[in-house]
């Protein structure tokens, strides 16, 4: 597979391709906003710029979050605490980075097919799905390897030390939590959090199987076999059921979008892959943590007091997340010696709806919901690989959002395969 790529599309391989060096120096999930830089000159340079369907959406979306930042000082009932540096500081870091994705698809859908063609852009999503799960297989091998980042040496302590920006640039590749009732670590290298890397994997699977199975040769095929094989181990042991689900998901699509022949496959491919599975070690880690629901009730708190206090601010909502007062055990507004989960939930932390809904009101979630949901069927008749692996990706975004927090790497992700959805309708043929 021989990449052909102009100097001008260096940026989109450095921010892909070298991906894990970003996180290793410490900008992880900032580093979209780095590489926006050079991407914007090269904007400048290309006036007037075409821009996608959907693009007024977003324009709205970020009109709103700006606006947001008039309610930060504000605290809707039911929540506590006063306007704080962190605070501020998330809200700023959020802002920029949605408008470096604007950028970023702006970016892509105008370079050319010469100079950047969608199957060397899928392909970079496939170098970064191996990247993922080597990094889900260092965290389940070495699970508490970290380190400072260079990043991290250089910020001053009143941000650095600030727990939001520390999680986003002390490179860790796992996060220990006790889901089945003792410690066990879950695999989140090289993103932000575990859930991050549950979601991005999936969509970074999906444009894998496009670059190197449908457009593979038979040799490529047989090494994307194996690391789909390999993946399954931290699949299975990161404990994330919504990733699971999204793969479940992603296969009753394909169900009904591909052709008889290639459903009758994937239908004995993945029947293969379950029955593989149910027969190894795996299927009691799996039967375990669904007989662990522990986080229901959690989500289920927070969800409800989210959308109370948001009603409170529906148009612009409260520019970032709040904390409730107690939690779904207690109304004690703190950790003690016998509850170390009574601690302060973040209003808006259980999926990204839910912190649209609070952060920029009902209104800016209907905005984002709109933009993706738009996509999916603004694209739904092409039934070109990329087109319909673009639409998957929309579909995961909408169920994702009820359960994931979208910043930061995901949302990367997402708006990539808008891109790539949007400049395969601009120039129809090869990829």
């Known amino acids: 597979m021989r990449w052909r790529l102009a100097p001008v599309a260096w940026p989109i391989a450095a921010l ?9 120096l410490g ?3 900032l580093s979209v906003i780095v590489v926006a830089i050079p991407m914007a000159v090269v904007l400048w340079r290309r006036r007037p710029v075409k821009v996608p369907p959907g693009f007024g959406l977003w324009v709205l979306l970020l009109t709103g979050q700006a606006l947001g930042a008039l309610m930060l000082a504000e605290s809707p009932p039911g929540t506590y605490g006063d306007l704080s540096q962190g605070r501020v500081v998330g809200h700023l870091i959020r802002l920029t980075m949605c408008v470096a994705m604007l950028i970023i698809v ?8 010469q100079e950047l063609p969608q199957l060397t852009l899928v392909r970079m999503l496939g170098a970064l799905f191996v990247a993922t799960v080597a990094g889900g297989l260092l965290g389940l091998i070495a699970p508490g390897f970290e380190f400072t980042s260079p990043v991290e040496m250089v910020l001053p302590d009143w941000l650095g030390g600030n727990s939001f920006v520390g999680n986003l640039i002390h490179p860790t590749v796992a996060q220990t939590q006790k889901v089945l009732g ?5 695999p989140e290298a090289p993103f932000e959090w575990a859930n991050a890397w549950g979601s991005n994997l999936s969509v970074l699977a999906v444009w894998f199987v496009v670059g190197w199975w449908v457009y593979g040769e038979a040799r490529h095929r047989l090494v994307a ?6 993946a399954a181990i931290p699949v299975v042991y990161s404990l994330n059921r919504g990733l699971w689900i999204g793969l479940g998901l992603a296969v009753v699509y394909l169900v009904f979008r591909l052709g008889a022949r290639a459903r009758v496959a994937l239908c004995a491919v993945s029947a293969a892959a379950v029955l593989a599975v149910l027969l190894s070690p795996l299927a009691s880690v799996i039967t375990k943590r669904l007989d662990s629901p522990h986080s229901n009730d959690i989500r289920a708190f927070t969800v409800t007091a989210t959308l109370a206090a948001a009603g409170h601010s529906p148009v612009i909502g409260y520019g970032n997340t709040r904390n409730a007062l107690g939690n779904h055990r207690s109304i004690t507004t703190g950790k003690t010696q016998w509850c170390d989960e009574c601690g302060h939930p973040p209003l808006g932390s259980d999926g990204h709806l839910w912190h649209l809904t609070i952060a920029q009101g009902f209104v800016g979630a209907a905005l984002y919901i709109a933009f993706f949901a738009g996509a999916a069927l603004r694209y739904r008749r092409d039934r070109s690989p990329i087109a ?12 994702y959002m009820l ?18 959805l949007w400049r395969g309708s601009l120039t129809k043929g090869s990829p």
């Open 16 to 24: 892909l391709v070298g991906y894990p060096i970003w996180w290793a």
């Open 27 to 29: 900008f992880g999930g």
């Open 106 to 113: 702006l970016y892509l859908g105008n370079l050319t097919h």
């Open 182 to 186: 003792h410690a066990l670590p879950r």
């Open 225 to 230: 076999a194996a690391v789909l094989a390999v």
């Open 388 to 399: 319909m692996a673009g639409v998957l990706v929309m579909l995961l975004v909408l169920f």
């Open 403 to 420: 359960i994931y927090d979208g910043y930061f790497t995901p949302l990367t992700l997402y708006m990539i395969s808008f891109a790539l």
